[in-house]
């Protein structure tokens, strides 16, 4: 049967028929574990409280979804909807064990949180590089699966290449991966360290960070111009000196390396003669 794409949702990898009573069954929480390598590292305290009380009201309505190990019952979808589930107070909880390759449930855990927008910028690029080395994906590939662009992984998984400091930044939210991506172009990692504690002090949006690096680039390639016009008068300086030294008269000398003039000066007919002289000798 071939394999279906990611891109189409969760229910196109792994459908669930949630009519059919003999699809769902009831599985004591405490016999159900948190898978090791699951996406989402953070969870928000206060909107798991949220989805207990929920729970508490409702019930769950969509069961979650489990692989049968020698442990139990390993979580392959809805760890958010366990967690806030224990919190409530239940006993069991409704779900579907499925018999999943490791690859089909790392793509579910991805799928899952990443439709749903769960995971911070940092652990969605973690997510991708942990698909791509232990799935043998290219990026390509990766991007096909999620419906996303090639250039949307890559630029992704450029984020991983960020100091752990500014990455801790996103995890937090004092910074967004469009900062980040800016921040990237910086070359130094201490002045993106600066910029980034800058960004989340000042609040600046992105477009005004794009625009601070830009000047901060104009502004070093103008210090270098006049650094380099600065040595370049300093070197016809001491060329104005010798000649000045070997000619006896005031020397002036215009221009650039490649290209200028040479002005000697004189106030009698005898001191041109004196100075052709020195010149022709």
């Known amino acids: 049967m071939p394999k279906k794409a990611l891109g189409k949702g969760l229910g196109a990898l792994i459908p669930v028929d949630e009519e059919k009573e003999e699809n769902l069954i009831e599985i004591d929480v405490d016999k159900i574990y948190s898978r090791e390598n699951q996406p989402r590292k953070n969870f928000d ?34 760890e958010r909807r366990w967690r806030a589930a224990k ?5 069991k909880i409704p779900a579907v064990v499925k018999e999943l390759t490791r690859e089909e449930i790392m793509e579910v855990a991805l799928i899952e949180n990443i439709q ?28 096909k699966k999620l419906g996303k662009s090639r250039p949307f992984i890559a630029n992704t998984l450029r984020l991983l290449n960020l100091d752990d400091e500014i990455k801790s930044m996103m995890i937090k939210g004092e910074i967004s991966s469009g900062h980040a991506r800016a921040l990237l172009s910086l070359e130094d990692s201490e002045e993106r360290l600066l910029l980034a504690k800058k960004i989340s002090k000042e609040g600046l949006s992105v477009r005004e960070t794009e625009e601070f690096i830009k000047k901060t680039r104009e502004d070093k390639i103008k210090g270098k111009t006049d650094k380099e016009k600065r040595n370049e008068e300093n070197r016809f300086n001491v060329i104005e000196e010798i000649l000045r030294s070997a000619l006896g008269t005031k020397v002036t000398v215009k221009g650039n390396e490649e290209r200028g003039k040479i002005e000697i000066e004189f106030y009698s007919k005898e001191e041109l003669e004196r100075i052709i002289e020195l010149i022709t000798l």
């Open 45 to 78: 305290e206060e909107k798991l409280i949220e989805l207990a009380e929920s729970i508490k009201t409702h019930g769950i309505i969509q069961p979650i979804i489990l692989k049968k190990t020698e442990k139990g019952y390993e979580i392959v979808a809805g």
């Open 87 to 91: 919190i409530a107070g239940l006993k």
């Open 116 to 143: 749903r927008e769960d995971l911070n910028p940092i652990e969605e690029a973690e997510a991708y590089r942990t698909l791509i080395e232990q799935c043998g994906l290219t990026q390509e590939e990766l991007a």
